[in-house]
């Protein structure tokens, strides 16, 4: 009897929070699961990303980087995956000017270069791209959903805008199963301690065991939609194995500021969060007219997705992480 293939899934950005989840659950579903990393995680023996601790010995790896159009098309065109999930890219809103053109460079370049290859070696190969809220920026409406006219403000929102076309464009002229996911901001324990979610469960925790006294922050009254990072891989994994190439908005729905969230972290180690935090301007950024809040309705109707996590339960979640690991340090 022969065995069946598996399939085989190949992950840019698999280092980070949503690849590294994602990794995880390709390798629960029985995929062969490939990702790129950068070159710099190669360099040392032994040194594993932190996020790929679980994954690690079950992973194929690829060294790699969006600059390296040539170096993508040769691992494409190596793995001939069934499946291509691109991740990777800048992924902090506020990008230096100096910058911007790399930001802009790579996520096109790199977008064009993984689609090109598709197309020429494994046209039947179905690829999701990271897309993002800020590709919408500043909305004329809130909630946002997939027929939102976008308007980003950002040189992110502008390059993640820039993938998207890309995509629908493959998808279009080459019949390439090419999808957008819209995400909203997605957190978990994992998260970058430079987003704000996890600088307040990190800071909540310091300040519960003595290590820090005080949190600098910026504008407490924005507004973020903010989910589980792992409700969203599993949006990600439906959109790929859906019937029809469609882009979807991947969000909750309900909006809460930034004074949400201290409440709910700080009120995990019952501490008064006005006792702690100072607002500094180099923190600061313009709030929008009209806040980035998602309506997800059509991915609940069409691929059966829901987010499952409260924001409380999310929050609560990073601040007992964030204690522990703190314990540990
Ligand atoms: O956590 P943030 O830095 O996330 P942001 O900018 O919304 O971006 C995240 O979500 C996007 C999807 O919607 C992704 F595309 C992107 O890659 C990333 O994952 O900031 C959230 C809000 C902002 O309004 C910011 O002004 O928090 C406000 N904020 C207030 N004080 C702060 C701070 N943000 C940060 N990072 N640090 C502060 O001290």
Redesign the pocket.
């Known amino acids: 009897m022969v065995a069946s293939a598996k399939r085989k899934a190949l992950i840019t950005g698999a280092s980070g929070q949503d690849g590294s989840y994602l990794a995880e659950k390709l390798l629960s579903v029985g995929y062969e699961v490939h990702c790129v990393l950068r070159n710099h995680w190669f360099e040392t023996e032994g040194l594993v990303p932190p996020n790929l601790s679980i994954s690690y010995d079950h992973l194929h790896l690829h060294a790699g980087s969006l600059e390296n159009v040539l170096g993508l098309s040769r691992i494409v065109r190596e793995v001939m995956p069934d499946e291509c999930y691109h991740l990777a890219g800048?992924?902090?809103?506020?990008v230096p000017f100096e910058e911007e053109p790399t930001v802009l460079a790579s996520l096109v370049s790199g977008t064009h270069a993984l689609l090109a290859a598709i197309r020429e070696f494994v046209p039947e190969c179905r690829f999701f791209l990271a897309?993002?809220?800020?590709m919408i920026g500043a909305a004329p409406e809130s909630p946002q959903s997939e027929t939102t006219a976008c308007r980003p403000r950002s040189i992110?929102?502008l390059s993640?805008l820039s993938g998207f076309h890309i995509a629908r464009f493959y998808r279009e002229k080459y019949g390439i199963y090419a999808v957008t996911g819209i995400?909203?901001?997605?957190e978990s324990v994992r998260r970058g301690t430079?987003?704000?979610?996890?600088?307040i469960t990190q800071g909540a925790a310091a300040i519960k065991l003595g290590r820090q006294k005080s949190l600098?922050?910026?504008?407490?009254d924005?507004?973020?939609?903010w989910g589980y990072a792992p409700d969203y891989i599993d949006a990600i994994y439906r959109m790929v194995q859906g019937d029809e190439p469609k882009d979807f908005v991947i969000a909750t729905g309900v909006g809460r500021t930034?004074r949400d969230l201290l409440e709910v972290a700080f009120g995990t180690v019952g501490i008064n969060w006005q006792d702690h935090v100072v607002i500094?301007p180099k923190?600061?950024?313009e709030?929008?007219a009209v806040p980035?809040i998602g309506d997800a309705r059509a991915i609940e109707l069409e691929l059966g997705w829901n987010a499952t996590k409260p924001f409380s339960e999310i929050i609560e979640e990073m601040v007992v992480s964030d204690l522990q690991l703190l314990q540990k340090a």
Do not use: M, P
């Open positions: 800048y992924s902090f809103v506020e897309g993002s809220s800020e992110y929102g993640k995400l909203y901001n997605h430079q987003f704000v979610t996890r600088k600098s922050l910026g504008n407490i924005a507004v973020r939609d930034v500094e923190f600061y950024r709030i929008e980035l």
